[in-house]
């Protein structure tokens, strides 16, 4: 799978020969008519079965917008590109074209910089600094502090960089999906290591930690042990706490940061950045007294110093103009759609925006359920371990199986499930509870012997972590309505009768992986 695009990851020499390769394989992209990522996908999974060929959309994204990759990837990529003309009939190109491709990679790949052994504090902010020499533009936002049930406030908004890294011991940052959070973080941590790096050394030292790597206990590590320097805090970033969507699990998670951090008070400090916290959280955290603060999107104002910070000034003016012609002014107000509005705007100068709203639906809903760059999840972030208090006891090794393969769907293969939810709900009138409509998908179907109540309320958590959903009380809802029309539409073009196969196929899959 291609390595998800980080601004943070990489040298100068090597960040320019991924984005000339990204522009080459745009450019090919481009040539075969600009066929969807789920076309490409199933294009390359027919061509090249016998080499078991898998190119998930959130690879394809990745390597399209400056990711690295497997050898073998770039050259299914390459390959079921070329062969986009020639109408199911097998691949013709030459040797040596792929040989480019290949010199290519090898290029890329011995560019690539050594990460140094982490020895202390002079070796992690050179790692940090050096990594970054080519950070994506950033547009501050604002935040206001959180009221459960309450609408936000902007007559209170308060800039982020300011309120979120200074205000106490424990602080909590809520936004929705896409709305800009890890952004946020990262910006922090390399802004403040490069004024440490240069001696300035009066903000509190960040350190960015992706929650679901808190299973390798990284908050042990040797650099976090004491001050790092005297008088000064540490500061840990941790990120996508809600990819840890099995509720005791996360539960588990929170409640021993927050103790940590407690015990810690005079050197430590923590940010803890979600999408959601549920009352029982909430609950949790109330004797550690974190302060909440809301992350809010975009103003047009903002949206138009991103167009600034993206493209050539004479094109901002005709960005917002075309925004406002597509019915997108309320979208982009949502980070992660802002900056895929800017790159397809950049990208394609004599495209309307109008006529890539399926594109850039399909770049952001495989944006919002890839996973935190750098996160390696574990199948007990999602469906739990076996000794987990809640549990039906006594689970047959299938059902155990079912459960992990199901938490553990890939992005391709999850969004395949909600495509299939959204156009159910839509045929109903009355728009069907969707709860009603996954438990009668082959793959989410309830087990036999399995308590109704346990198995529901598991699906809820599994999920969740797609970004599409929200938790109204014991029924998951689209996050917004568009969501749910565009996965719809997707659904038309899938053959019908997946069924029973597609679980066997997930099920296939996840034994291969284990």
Not at 78 to 104: F, H, N
Not at 491 to 514: F, I, M, S
Request: with cysteine.
């Amino acid at each position: 799978m291609a390595q998800r695009h980080d601004p943070h990851a990489g040298g100068s020499i090597y960040e320019e020969l991924l984005q000339e390769q990204a522009r080459e394989l745009r450019a090919l992209k481009a040539r075969a008519g600009n066929p969807s990522m789920r076309k490409v996908a199933q294009r390359a999974a027919d061509l090249f079965a016998d080499e078991k060929a898998v190119l998930a959309p959130s690879t394809q994204s990745a390597l399209f917008h400056g990711g690295h990759s497997r050898r073998d990837t770039l050259l299914w990529l390459v390959r079921t590109l070329l062969s986009w003309d020639r109408d199911g009939e097998p691949p013709a190109y030459g040797a040596a074209e792929l040989d480019a491709w290949d010199e290519r990679w090898t290029a890329i790949t011995q560019a690539k910089p050594r990460r140094r052994a982490r020895g202390g504090l002079k070796a992690y902010l050179a790692d940090v600094c050096r990594a970054a020499q080519a950070p994506e533009p950033y547009v501050s936002q604002s935040v206001v502090s959180w009221h459960d049930g309450r609408p936000a406030e902007r007559a209170t908004a308060r800039p982020a960089s300011a309120a979120v890294f200074t205000t106490g011991p424990l602080v909590v940052l809520l936004g929705d999906p896409g709305g800009g959070k890890t952004a946020l973080l990262r910006r922090h941590q390399l802004d403040v290591c490069r004024q440490w790096e240069a001696g300035v050394r009066t903000a509190a030292l960040p350190v960015y930690v992706v929650a679901t790597s808190l299973a390798d206990e990284p908050l042990a590590a040797p650099l976090l042990a004491r001050p790092p320097a005297p008088g000064s805090h540490w500061l840990v970033l941790l990120d996508g706490l809600d990819e840890i969507t099995h509720a005791p699990t996360r539960r588990e998670t929170l409640r021993g940061v927050a103790r940590w951090v407690a015990r810690r008070g005079k050197t430590h400090r923590l940010v803890v950045a979600t999408r959601h916290l549920s009352a029982q959280e909430l609950s949790d955290l109330q004797d550690a007294a974190p302060v909440c603060l809301e992350l809010l999107r975009f103003e047009t104002e903002d949206v138009r110093k991103l167009a600034a910070a993206r493209l050539d000034p004479e094109r901002v003016d005709g960005l917002m103009t075309a925004i406002d012609d597509a019915g997108l002014a309320d979208l982009v107000k949502l980070p992660l759609i802002g900056a895929v509005v800017c790159r397809s705007y950049r990208d394609h100068p004599d495209r309307p925006l109008g006529s890539t709203r399926g594109e850039l639906y399909d770049e952001f809903l495989t944006g919002l359920m890839a996973t935190t760059p750098r996160t390696d999840t574990l199948p007990e972030h999602h469906a739990g371990r076996q000794g987990d208090a809640g549990a039906p006891a006594g689970l047959s090794p299938a059902v155990r199986e079912h459960v992990d393969a199901l938490s553990t769907l890939p992005p391709a293969d999850l969004r395949t499930l909600l495509q299939e939810v959204a156009a159910r709900r839509r045929e109903s009138d009355a728009g069907r509870p969707v709860m009603d409509i996954l438990l009668e998908q082959p793959l989410a179907k309830r087990p036999p012997g399995v308590p109704a109540e346990w198995w529901k309320e598991w699906l809820i958590a599994c999920f969740r972590r797609s970004g599409v959903f929200r938790q109204q009380g014991a029924e998951l809802e689209f996050e917004h309505h568009t969501y749910e029309e565009f996965l719809a539409a997707c659904a038309v073009c899938e053959p019908p009768g997946r069924g029973l196969a597609e679980l066997r196929r997930v099920l296939d899959g996840h034994r291969r992986r284990l």
